[in-house]
């Protein structure tokens, strides 16, 4: 068993804050783990009715409303969702009174004896974390994946600690874990095996005072490791790859310019359009990079990424390569939809900032109608300018910071504001010429016309195919 002993969760008061997927997921965890429930959220029975009915079948308090706070009175740990801000003053006042608080990701990591291979970074998190779970599964590992991707870690807890409490084996060899700096900020005991930071570009900044907050609470993914752990750094990002300096781990990078830093033990490199690798003192070709089925730049550097991580877990190099060759990509992060009449439409709504934006637009040769919008993160859209006037023939712009970007965008004139993401494919749709690209990639958040970036990439395929033939 890994982290705390289960036992010491008997009979404790626990509060769980927030009644969103993986604060779900640790109250049923919790529950099996023997601890004493009770769940909070400030939203009330009517927006979380179906939520609350089964936590209360499991007959685990609930609080919510205005008085929720009142479950952290007497907790003795409390467990907090992302979405909660872990400086709210009721947390505060909790602290003071000597009661931890943890993430949910750091309580799932207690429960689970196999190796944590973990991932954040501010684009391409989800891409890469699900290349290295089917590399590992194509070499015969039973594995789990999920995180702030899909599944909560706390349901791979939950597994493994019914099968420690029937005295069975665990069920997964590894764990591949999607994180985010939202889950980081209150690790105490989160211990990955092999950790990485992606890159780090300005996102969150209406959670984060500056970047650097913002890269100090991405880099507490390294904080636990020891020398026998493994800390994997993007060399081609120079605020990512300096933190290597500071861990304990053993140090590996991925590179699109090599050489490799001497510093590092190995890792893997993009070379006369090869991707190679250098670990454990042997170089090898995996493939070269036209045999990638994802399409740009960064997810080149994904490519490689998830390749160090599945090398460095004992896959053979043709597991490597097959996974390289046959995935598509993810569901909304540059998903082709539809060609229709020469025409592609492509489906980015998982990039809601304004360098995974950038990353879209610079993957794509073709001239682009770029459908972009949404609820403003605090990002810099005069970033976007330079691209939009050399790659974007038509902007057509929705959501709360359409007049953000529209002003953002220093004369560029070629701009429409359709008034729902219906109207904006029809009208692409019915302007575009044979071998244009409608490409959705909004820079922004969802909220304000969607219930995430999953429902609004969902509406955007929805609206293509139900354009005629």
Same mark, same amino acid.
């Given at each position: 068993?890994?982290?705390?002993?289960?036992?010491?969760?008997?009979?404790?008061?626990?509060?769980?804050?927030?009644?969103?997927?993986?604060?779900?997921?640790?109250?049923?965890?919790?529950?099996?783990?023997?601890?004493?429930?009770?769940?909070?959220?400030?939203?009330?029975?009517?927006?979380?009715?179906?939520? =609350?009915?089964?936590?209360?079948?499991?007959?685990?308090?609930?609080?919510?409303?205005?008085?929720?706070?009142?479950?952290?009175?007497?907790?003795?740990?409390?467990?907090?969702?992302?979405?909660?801000?872990?400086?709210?003053?009721?947390?505060?006042?909790?602290?003071?009174?000597?009661?931890?608080?943890?993430?949910?990701?750091?309580?799932?990591?207690?429960?689970?004896?196999?190796?944590?291979?973990?991932?954040?970074?501010?684009?391409?998190?989800?891409?890469?974390?699900?290349?290295?779970?089917?590399?590992?599964?194509?070499?015969?590992?039973?594995?789990?994946?999920?995180?702030?991707?899909?599944?909560?870690?706390?349901?791979?807890?939950?597994?493994?600690?019914?099968?420690?409490?029937?005295?069975?084996?665990?069920?997964?060899?590894?764990?591949? =874990?999607?994180?985010?700096?939202?889950?980081?900020?209150?690790?105490?005991?989160?211990?990955?095996?092999?950790?990485?930071?992606?890159?780090?570009?300005?996102?969150?900044?209406?959670?984060?005072?500056?970047?650097?907050?913002?890269?100090?609470?991405?880099?507490?993914?390294?904080?636990?490791?020891?020398?026998?752990?493994?800390?994997?750094?993007?060399?081609?990002?120079?605020? =990512?790859?300096?933190?290597?300096?500071?861990?304990?781990?053993?140090?590996?990078?991925?590179?699109?310019?090599?050489?490799?830093?001497?510093?590092?033990?190995?890792?893997?490199?993009?070379?006369?359009?090869?991707?190679?690798?250098?670990?454990?003192?042997?170089?090898?070709?995996?493939?070269?990079?036209?045999?990638?089925?994802?399409?740009?730049?960064?997810?080149?550097?994904?490519?490689?990424?998830?390749?160090?991580?599945?090398?460095?877990?004992?896959?053979?190099?043709?597991?490597?390569?097959?996974?390289?060759?046959?995935?598509?990509?993810?569901?909304?992060?540059?998903?082709?939809?539809?060609?229709?009449?020469? =025409?592609?439409?492509?489906?980015?709504?998982?990039?809601?900032?304004?360098?995974?934006?950038?990353?879209?637009?610079?993957?794509?040769?073709?001239?682009?109608?770029?459908?972009?919008?949404?609820?403003?993160?605090?990002?810099?859209?005069?970033?976007?300018?330079?691209?939009?006037?050399?790659?974007?023939?038509?902007?057509?712009?929705?959501?709360?910071?359409?007049?953000?970007?529209?002003?953002?965008?220093?004369?560029?004139?070629?701009?429409?504001?359709?008034?729902?993401?219906?109207?904006?494919?029809?009208?692409?749709?019915?302007?575009?010429?044979?071998?244009?690209?409608?490409?959705?990639?909004?820079?922004?958040?969802?909220?304000?016309?969607?219930?995430?970036?999953?429902?609004?990439?969902?509406?955007?395929?929805?609206?293509?195919?139900?354009?005629?033939?």
């Amino acid at each position: 068993m890994v982290g705390v002993d289960t036992k010491q969760l008997e009979g404790k008061r626990v509060a769980v804050v927030g009644l969103a997927r993986s604060g779900v997921a640790a109250a049923h965890l919790l529950q099996a783990a023997g601890a004493v429930v009770t769940v909070a959220d400030r939203k009330d029975r009517t927006e979380l009715l179906g939520v =609350v009915n089964t936590i209360e079948k499991l007959e685990i308090e609930v609080v919510l409303g205005s008085g929720y706070e009142t479950a952290l009175t007497t907790a003795e740990l409390v467990v907090i969702s992302p979405g909660v801000p872990y400086r709210m003053e009721a947390l505060e006042r909790v602290r003071r009174r000597g009661v931890k608080v943890i993430s949910e990701l750091d309580l799932a990591s207690r429960f689970m004896p196999v190796p944590i291979l973990a991932l954040t970074g501010t684009n391409g998190k989800s891409t890469t974390v699900t290349m290295i779970g089917k590399m590992l599964q194509a070499s015969g590992k039973r594995v789990f994946v999920g995180g702030n991707l899909g599944t909560a870690f706390s349901e791979a807890a939950i597994q493994s600690l019914q099968a420690m409490q029937e005295r069975r084996a665990c069920p997964y060899d590894a764990a591949v =874990v999607e994180v985010s700096s939202f889950q980081l900020e209150t690790v105490e005991q989160f211990h990955p095996w092999i950790a990485a930071i992606l890159n780090v570009t300005v996102d969150h900044q209406d959670r984060y005072e500056s970047i650097a907050e913002y890269i100090a609470a991405k880099n507490r993914i390294f904080e636990n490791q020891t020398s026998s752990d493994v800390a994997l750094f993007n060399i081609d990002d120079p605020r =990512v790859g300096a933190l290597r300096h500071g861990v304990k781990a053993r140090t590996f990078g991925f590179t699109r310019c090599p050489p490799l830093p001497p510093d590092l033990a190995g890792g893997t490199y993009l070379e006369h359009g090869r991707i190679m690798t250098a670990i454990d003192g042997q170089t090898q070709e995996i493939c070269p990079r036209r045999e990638l089925m994802i399409i740009g730049d960064h997810n080149v550097e994904n490519a490689m990424a998830a390749a160090t991580y599945a090398l460095l877990s004992g896959c053979p190099l043709d597991a490597v390569r097959h996974v390289f060759r046959e995935f598509p990509g993810l569901e909304h992060a540059l998903e082709v939809v539809r060609d229709r009449q020469g =025409v592609r439409f492509i489906n980015d709504s998982k990039g809601t900032n304004v360098d995974a934006t950038l990353k879209a637009l610079h993957s794509i040769n073709q001239p682009i109608w770029l459908i972009a919008g949404g609820r403003d993160k605090g990002g810099d859209f005069s970033r976007l300018a330079p691209a939009i006037k050399q790659r974007v023939k038509r902007l057509l712009l929705i959501g709360e910071a359409a007049s953000l970007i529209a002003d953002a965008m220093q004369g560029y004139q070629a701009i429409d504001r359709p008034k729902s993401l219906q109207e904006a494919v029809e009208l692409a749709a019915s302007s575009a010429s044979a071998g244009d690209v409608v490409l959705m990639s909004p820079a922004c958040a969802s909220f304000d016309m969607f219930a995430d970036y999953q429902d609004r990439g969902r509406q955007f395929k929805g609206a293509v195919q139900s354009l005629p033939a």
